[in-house]
């Protein structure tokens, strides 16, 4: 009589599933665990066994540098969707969270961020990215770091985080995907098949295996892409046999403007792929004749669909102030030569900020370029710059944090920025594990708001930190 009793308590166990909307052949449930607050993942990288403790180190919630986007402005909804990388807390083992999101431009809220995945790592290379397709589907990836356990996940509907589908578990590292009309997904990214290599996948859902394109491999590479109408194009340094990543250097520009069937320089030069050689074709300045290494932050377009290309130079890769100053710079194609210009200095490597090309001719760049209060340690105070006069001159036109207990970290340009939700990062303590807190400002940098650490309502306001220093 036992058996039988058992054997009606599991059925009894399976229509109660099946009633509450689990699908018990399904192993992804219909909705997905949200977390109580907005909490950034705190990740470190090289000890330097010096005072400044690490090459570099904080609140990485919004990093790389080489991942792109992190936020996506979806006017069907008037929301900005953005993903970011949690934590499970300071002290957990393995605590890196894949989250996602968004910001209602109607209602002012937030909800609580959905826990798409525990990534089982602390390595903060492996934060996710977004892309919106043209059925309005969220694609989120999870990326690897140099493994082959990089996951790209898919909304169950349109324009929710509720809810996420696993597509596949594919390699890749440093994923920029984008959404190209007439087209489908490109996807950019890095493998680690001879050092880090350059790929490309512009089958349309940029997934196949298959049909994976490489770009560059000589030597190693980090990459910037961006995409201009039809055009996709990306923007890459190298790492010599001599000081291999840490030695960074260069720049090299190709460009495809066939959905990545073929690829030229920016004057339109046929380019044989893959590059094999640091003398090539697409080398727009030799910064290792100059003796500087190079750090890539950010590329978008201006009205023509010339590339205009944010970066940063140093003198060396250790942290503190031998190797300054840190200069912002921009390189701009004007139709027959790249134009460099200065915009800023900084304190380290990788302070990390984005540059904006606007409609009515402003051009910005928003970064951590003033000191924060861990001086030379990465990232800093938030400064918004401003240029009237395309990128040749450069005025601070917005201090957008002051007195932070926390360097503030990697301000991220959203894709299609809303002039309410025009960058977005963290912050976190540059030289010891701390919390993150996660961080938007407006197009005018007029304010400054904190995503909430610690909800108590399904939706709540971000908080005006701005407001709270002027009182």
């Known amino acids: 009589m036992i058996q039988p009793a058992k054997h009606l308590r599991i059925g009894l166990f399976l229509i109660s599933l099946m009633l509450a909307g689990f699908a018990w052949t399904d192993s992804e449930p219909a909705s997905f665990p949200r977390a109580d607050g907005y909490r950034g993942i705190w990740y470190s ?28 402005y979806a006017p069907q909804v008037n929301k900005t969707f953005f993903v970011f990388g949690g934590t499970k807390g300071v002290d957990e ?44 589907m969220l694609w989120i990836f999870a990326s690897a770091h140099g493994g082959k356990d990089g996951f790209i996940w898919k909304s169950r509907k349109p324009f929710s ?14 994923p920029q995907p984008v959404f190209m009309e007439n087209f489908g997904i490109s996807l950019f990214f890095t493998k680690y098949t001879g050092g880090r290599e350059l790929y490309v996948n512009s ?36 790492h010599p046999p001599k000081g291999g990543l840490n030695a960074r250097t260069n720049l090299y520009y190709m460009e495809s403007n066939d959905f990545g069937q073929t690829w030229t320089t920016v004057d339109g030069k046929p ?59 921009i390189a701009h194609w004007q139709g027959d030569r790249w134009e460099f210009k200065k915009v800023a200095a900084s304190d380290h490597n990788y302070d990390m900020g984005s540059i904006y090309i606007e409609d009515d001719g402003a051009w910005r760049v928003i970064g951590p370029t003033d000191p924060g209060p861990q001086a030379f ?14 990128g040749r001159s450069w005025k601070k036109e917005q201090q ?72």
């Open 45 to 72: 990288n090289q000890p330097s066994k010096d005072k400044y403790i690490y090459k570099y180190s904080g609140g990485l919630g919004t990093y790389c540098a080489k991942h792109f986007p992190h936020a996506i």
């Open 93 to 136: 083992k393995n605590p890196l969270l894949i989250m996602a999101s968004y910001y209602d431009h109607n209602t002012g809220l937030v909800p609580k961020p959905v826990i798409v995945m525990e990534k089982g790592t602390s390595d903060a290379h492996h934060n996710p990215v977004l892309c919106i397709d043209a059925d309005g």
């Open 161 to 174: 985080i509720d809810s996420f589908e696993q597509i596949l578990k594919k390699e890749f590292t440093y």
């Open 203 to 238: 089958s349309v859902d940029g997934f196949d295996p298959q049909k994976d394109v490489k770009l560059a491999g000589f030597g190693g590479h980090y990459q910037s892409s961006g995409s201009y109408g039809s055009k996709r194009a990306t923007i890459f340094n190298w």
């Open 271 to 329: 380019l044989t792929l893959p590059l094999g050689s640091p003398q090539n074709d697409a080398l727009v300045r030799d910064y290792q004749k100059e003796g500087l290494l190079v750090y890539l932050k950010d590329l978008n377009f201006d009205e023509k669909g010339n590339p205009v290309f944010l970066h940063v130079v140093s003198r060396g890769y250790e942290s503190g102030p031998e190797n300054g100053p840190r200069l912002w710079m």
């Open 377 to 390: 340690g990465t990232g800093g105070e938030m400064v918004m710059w401003v240029s009237l006069d395309r």
């Open 400 to 471: 957008l944090t002051q007195d932070s207990p926390r360097n503030h970290t990697y301000a991220r340009r959203p894709l299609n920025a809303h002039p309410d939700f025009y960058a977005f990062w963290a912050d976190g303590d540059a030289f010891k594990p701390s919390e993150s807190q996660l961080y938007f400002t407006n197009r005018d940098g007029t304010n400054v708001w904190m995503l909430p650490v610690k909800m108590e309502e399904d939706f709540q306001k971000p908080v005006s930190v701005t407001l709270e220093k002027e009182q």
